[in-house]
């Protein structure tokens, strides 16, 4: 895919690309996919975005249904694996195997020489986000709840929402993350990062680690506070697709009612909106301080 940037830092330039995985669940008419890609149609400065973006089908039904509202997709197959399950709360060793493969296939995308943003599909997107990154750092990433200090990790990192430049650095540090799979049987990909990421070895590959504001990129765990800034809501703390979906539905639906108001009446809907969760069927709990965050589980 050839894309040209445009503008002064709203669009990624060209060698950057966007990517997102899905399974026949999460890829239906009313699915979750068409929330994501619908989020594109109707944010501010994303329909240029459209682009950039690479569906990664993790299964033949998937890629089908990509194929046929997305000009661009890419089949990856696991061996041995049909994964048609629920994604987002599956813990089947057929999930690990996708999962892992996925992250296999970022360190792929990597040594290729190519920055990439990957974003999960329950996520839709209000605005462009590539103005609200940091710049010049390795590998950024999302997390549930946000403390005000981007340099801690000791938040829990969310891998559904990533930037990654492709450097030698980051290579490295995939590769570690990849082997780290061995240490961990049974353990999920962003567990593993979230287990690894104080370990020497990034330090000593000079890894540069950040953490994004979820004023800007939110989630159900702790949702963006004003809708003038926000770029980003994940349907994190949502328990099963049709709860996702809800969300997201409803998400959508007080964005396209700001975004349409008169400029004179956008700063009170800004702050208004309250994603509740008898409004999105999602249960959350806001943690008091950065040491309970390792309690709460989100999916």
Same mark, same amino acid.
């Given at each position: 895919?050839?894309?040209? @940037?445009?503008?002064?830092?709203?669009?990624?330039?060209?060698?950057?690309?966007?990517?997102?995985?899905?399974?026949?669940?999460?890829?239906?008419p009313?699915?979750?996919?068409?929330?994501?890609?619908?989020?594109?149609?109707?944010?501010?400065?994303?329909?240029?975005?459209?682009?950039?973006?690479?569906?990664?089908s993790?299964?033949?039904?998937?890629?089908?249904?990509?194929?046929?509202?997305?000009?661009?997709?890419?089949?990856?197959?696991?061996?041995?694996?049909?994964?048609?399950?629920?994604?987002?709360?599956?813990?089947?060793?057929?999930?690990?195997?996708?999962?892992?493969?996925?992250?296999?296939?970022?360190?792929?995308?990597?040594?290729?020489?190519i920055d990439?943003?990957?974003?999960?599909?329950?996520?839709?997107?209000?605005?462009?986000?590539?103005?609200?990154?940091?710049?010049?750092?390795?590998?950024?990433? @999302?997390?549930?709840?946000?403390?005000?200090?981007?340099?801690?990790?000791?938040?829990?990192?969310?891998?559904?929402?990533?930037?990654?430049?492709?450097?030698?650095?980051?290579?490295?540090?995939?590769?570690?993350?990849y082997?780290?799979?061995?240490?961990?049987?049974?353990?999920?990909?962003?567990?593993?990062?979230?287990?690894?990421?104080f370990?020497p070895?990034?330090?000593?590959i000079?890894?540069?680690?950040?953490?994004?504001?979820?004023?800007?990129?939110?989630?159900?765990?702790?949702?963006?506070?004003?809708?003038?800034?926000?770029?980003?809501?994940?349907?994190?703390?949502?328990?099963?697709?049709?709860?996702?979906?809800?969300?997201?539905t409803?998400i959508?639906?007080?964005?396209?009612?700001?975004?349409?108001?008169?400029?004179?009446?956008r700063?009170?809907?800004?702050?208004?909106?309250?994603?509740?969760?008898?409004?999105?069927?999602?249960?959350?709990?806001? @943690?008091?301080?950065?040491?309970?965050?390792r309690?709460?589980?989100?999916?």
């Amino acid at each position: 895919m050839t894309t040209t @940037a445009v503008g002064e830092g709203r669009l990624p330039p060209s060698e950057i690309v966007i990517l997102t995985t899905i399974n026949r669940a999460w890829a239906e008419p009313g699915s979750l996919l068409d929330l994501f890609l619908e989020s594109f149609w109707n944010g501010e400065g994303t329909k240029e975005l459209l682009r950039h973006l690479v569906i990664v089908s993790l299964d033949h039904k998937a890629h089908q249904y990509c194929q046929a509202v997305h000009p661009h997709c890419y089949a990856l197959t696991t061996p041995g694996v049909n994964f048609t399950g629920n994604a987002a709360t599956s813990k089947s060793d057929e999930y690990m195997r996708v999962v892992w493969r996925r992250t296999e296939f970022y360190t792929s995308v990597l040594n290729l020489g190519i920055d990439f943003l990957f974003t999960d599909a329950d996520i839709v997107w209000l605005r462009n986000p590539f103005p609200h990154l940091h710049e010049q750092v390795d590998f950024q990433a @999302a997390c549930d709840y946000y403390s005000g200090d981007d340099s801690d990790l000791r938040h829990i990192i969310n891998t559904g929402f990533i930037f990654v430049r492709s450097n030698d650095r980051t290579r490295r540090f995939y590769k570690f993350w990849y082997d780290s799979k061995d240490r961990f049987p049974g353990v999920k990909e962003q567990d593993v990062l979230n287990s690894i990421k104080f370990e020497p070895f990034l330090n000593d590959i000079g890894l540069q680690i950040k953490l994004l504001d979820t004023d800007h990129f939110g989630g159900i765990c702790q949702p963006i506070k004003d809708l003038k800034v926000g770029c980003t809501m994940h349907a994190i703390c949502c328990i099963g697709l049709e709860s996702k979906i809800q969300a997201l539905t409803v998400i959508l639906q007080d964005w396209k009612r700001f975004s349409s108001a008169p400029a004179e009446s956008r700063s009170n809907l800004s702050t208004s909106f309250a994603w509740k969760p008898h409004r999105t069927g999602c249960w959350y709990v806001r @943690a008091r301080d950065i040491s309970d965050w390792r309690m709460h589980l989100c999916f």
